[in-house]
């Protein structure tokens, strides 16, 4: 289907939903004049940052934009992450309220209270003092969906030393990659963790990484699974033994609303990930303000995001900004399917969850397995649901409606990016009428437009935010060139370049249509082609190879892959596996090819740039368009006879 068939598919959806009174009676947002409001980007913030964040010292000036595409937010205002989403709340009523309630995959349950999270934290921020880590100086993260993870993050934050958390399930050498480019000498791992009832052993993966890291000082590892685990002598400490006689007062670093609060790292169109900085101020009031908004977070309210730690949607809508409100919720460490496929529902019925964040990949995934999981379990304890990481196609969104929300929940499905730091296009849930399908409106006080070529704007074209907002990222670490070119010199150096197309319709409704350059949203996990491709350049075997992204009915797309062997290399079956495990190895098992061909060349422009375009229409079955500008065009058909005949189906 050529995109713009998609879209006509996608827009052919015409049911719309308002929201159901007894939610909008008591939203937090149920007031159409926010929009008007958030027309004053000044006034709109400065009032959120001072209603929602605690300040050591007000800042002076709300923004100053003076220098594009450099924004500065809360110039000179002072403040904790930490502070914010621990300590304020000790003093406010909600010290023995659950704040983080953990449940393993084998079923165990840790809950921490406001305070009792507090002492970790405090415990830890200690911990990494005792071993020499400063203000400024950078930590590695690499855990699974474990509650340490939270506390190191907050831990950081405490003391001012930026964290930058990596994917468990990341391989070794991205971890290395990652602590390399951010100049981190400090990781905290674990020694494993459940997947699907086995143990994974993490602590082997990460001092496989360890090996190319440049300067390393310390590892921490925590003790999740009791597997055997080499400890090498004055360089690895058990997390438990250094907290044992951690002291508990720690006072949290005053810092600059500018100061970075975190790195993360993201695929771009480049091997090179792209290290995203944010910072204290404007992310943690941006996290703050979107999550009580578009989550509605009440008092009372059972808050679970699915997503996992490693991906900013952990660090925003897992960690500060839930946080921050001082809400509860539900961290789960396993697979949807362990030990069935009633997990997810046996977690939304015992801890009565009100709140469901998830993706589509899960939803799809929930579809396939059918109604009759969800429909043995009590879920009316749900009252709002959100979706996040790739378009939500509209039967999955009627689906999730109707089999989860009971028909009555509202649904946001709320499109960001890790460089966006919080969500940005999403409807307010006591005022949006909702399509299923869109993400609907930007957040009050943005200015989110579709824009053709030329940047003007358009029905169908790419999507740009006009106007600064709190949580933008500052810039890439180390990399201001890269931060300029990416995502402010597209049009002009006050519009950003987001990356992917959208269509508007003649409501304004904004439907996200997927990525427009070289990445790929597989199970909502964001890769680029480029790091495929490198994989698979990295084996003897071969030559050159073009990675695209194939559209899959549960995981939105999986990676596919077409190969140039070297001369010596012989194609085969068991080849194929081998490169298909290689990539799987270096990169992630998220980055396997579903399928690769084994290609004789690849189709490319008279300038030699492989045209992707026609080997992702030729992978997904597509017409091939224009092939004219195409130096070698009788290598496209070849292709394509090539994957008709050899049916790869990486979509069934
Ligand atoms: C995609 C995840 C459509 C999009 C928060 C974006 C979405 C990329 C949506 C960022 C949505 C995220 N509808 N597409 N609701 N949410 N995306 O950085 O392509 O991991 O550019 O951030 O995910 O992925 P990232």
């Known amino acids: 289907m050529s995109s713009k068939e998609v879209i006509d598919v996608l827009l052919e959806e015409d049911r719309t939903f308002s929201p159901p009174e007894e939610f909008a009676k008591d939203a937090n947002a149920n007031d159409p004049k926010i929009y008007e409001e958030g027309e004053d980007l000044e006034a709109f913030w400065a009032e959120r940052a001072e209603e929602n964040i605690d300040w050591f010292e007000k800042w002076d000036e709300v923004l100053d934009w003076s220098n594009p595409p450099y924004a500065e937010w809360f110039i000179n205002g002072k403040l904790n992450a930490s502070y914010n989403c621990l300590d304020r709340h000790l003093k406010n009523g909600r010290k023995n309220k659950a704040a983080l309630t953990w449940e393993g995959e084998l079923g165990e349950t840790v809950t921490y209270t406001y305070q009792t999270l507090y002492n970790e934290v405090c415990k830890f921020a200690n911990v990494l003092k005792g071993l020499g880590v400063e203000k400024g100086d950078r930590v590695a993260v690499y855990l699974p969906m474990i509650p340490e993870a939270a506390v190191v993050m907050l831990a950081c934050a405490r003391i001012g030393a930026p964290h930058t958390v990596v994917f468990a399930g990341f391989s070794p050498s991205a971890l290395a990659e990652r602590m390399n480019d951010a100049e981190a000498s400090v990781v905290v791992t674990c020694d494993g963790y459940y997947r699907r009832g086995n143990v994974i052993d993490h602590k082997t993966k990460t001092d496989k990484g360890l090996e190319e890291v440049e300067k390393l000082d310390d590892v921490i590892v925590v003790q999740r699974a009791e597997n055997d685990v080499n400890m090498e002598e004055g360089r690895d400490h058990w997390w438990h033994e250094l907290m044992a006689d951690a002291d508990r007062d720690c006072e949290p670093e005053v810092m600059d609303a500018e100061d970075m609060l975190f790195l993360m790292y993201t695929s771009g169109t480049t091997g090179k990930p792209k290290g995203v900085v944010h910072t204290t101020g404007g992310y943690l009031t941006y996290a703050t303000t979107t999550s009580k908004y578009i989550f509605d977070l009440k008092e009372d309210d059972t808050y679970w995001c699915t997503a996992d730690v490693g991906w900013i949607t952990g660090h925003s809508y897992i960690v500060y900004g839930i946080l921050a409100n001082g809400a509860s919720m539900v961290m789960y460490e396993g697979a949807p399917n362990y030990p069935t496929k009633n997990r997810f ?36 304890s749900l009252r709002l649901l959100g979706s996040v990481g790739e378009p939500i196609n509209p039967r999955a969104w009627m689906w999730y409606h109707e089999h989860i929300g009971g028909g009555e929940c509202p649904i946001v499905d709320t499109w960001w990016q890790t460089e966006t730091g919080g969500i940005i296009v999403s409807p307010l849930p006591g005022i949006t009428e909702l399509k299923p399908g869109s993400a609907t409106n930007a957040f009050p006080s943005l200015e989110v437009d579709v824009l053709d070529e030329d940047g003007n704007p358009a029905d169908s074209g790419y999507l740009a935010i006009k106007r600064p907002w709190p949580g933008m990222l500052r810039t890439l670490y180390n990399n201001p060139e890269r931060f300029e070119n990416t995502y402010w010199s597209k049009w002009d150096n006050t519009t950003y370049f987001a990356g992917d197309g959208a269509k508007k319709d003649e409501d304004g409704y904004i439907w996200v249509l997927g990525r427009v350059d070289d990445v790929m949203n597989v199970s909502g996990h964001r890769l680029s082609t480029v790091d495929i491709e490198s994989a698979l350049v990295d084996h003897e075997s071969v030559a050159e190879s073009a990675a695209v992204g194939v559209k899959h009915d549960v995981k939105g797309h999986v990676p596919f892959a077409y190969v140039i062997l070297d001369d010596k290399a012989e194609p085969s079956e068991e080849l194929k596996q081998e490169l298909r495990n290689h990539v799987s190895d270096i990169v992630s098992p998220i980055a396997k090819p579903a399928d690769l061909v084994f290609a004789p060349d690849l189709p490319k422009t008279r300038s030699g740039k492989i045209m992707r375009r026609l080997l992702k229409a030729i992978a997904n079955g597509e017409d091939m368009g224009n092939t004219s500008t195409l130096a070698n065009p009788e290598i496209a058909e070849e292709l394509q006879a090539k994957v008709a005949k050899e049916e790869v189906a990486a979509t069934k």
């Open 345 to 380: 529902w046996e977690i939304i019925e015992k801890y009565q969850v009100n709140i469901l964040y998830t993706a589509p990949t899960a939803i799809r995934l929930f579809m396939k397995w059918g109604a009759e999981y969800p429909e043995s379990h009590d879920l009316s």
